[in-house]
């Protein structure tokens, strides 16, 4: 059996991926992978996802430079959620997020207010990042 045969896809042909910062252990993302995705990540070492907004594969860092190196590759107990421990690499190294943030988690819900609030600071302007 291939490896990518005990992989759970959903019924889109998907599995989530969490990219984990290795060292730190903080969660950068959460994005898509399809087969082809993940079978190009352990190719290549870098972090491939599939873009479901634009239908087809997604090299992190295509655009912003901000690529993700992939030290390991994990795969939960049900099989259905991949985890990349990765190296966060760039123009400004450490950003994952496309707001220009270390990680897409940067949002805190304050249960007194009942509002969310952004708790990390934006490293680059993403404007200068996305041309």
């Known amino acids: 059996m291939n490896w ?22 903080d969660i950068l993302m959460m994005a898509w992978m399809n087969r082809e995705a993940l079978q190009k990540t352990a190719e290549t070492g870098r972090a491939v996802y599939y873009s479901r907004s634009r239908r087809r594969l997604w090299f992190k860092g295509e655009e912003s430079g901000h690529v993700q190196q992939v030290h390991e590759i994990r795969l939960d107990c049900d099989g259905d959620v991949v985890l990349l421990q990765v190296t966060q690499l760039g ?3 450490g950003i994952a997020c496309h707001t220009g943030r270390h990680s897409c988690f940067f949002q805190r819900l304050d249960v007194a207010t009942g509002r969310w609030q952004a708790v990390d600071p934006v490293l680059k302007d993403p404007e200068t990042i996305y041309r």
Not at 4 to 19: H, K, Q, S, T, Y
Request: proline share 8%.
């Open 4 to 25: 990518l045969d005990e992989v759970r896809w959903d019924a889109d042909g998907l599995v989530p991926a969490i990219a984990q910062e290795r060292g730190s252990g």
């Open 91 to 93: 123009h400004v190294p």
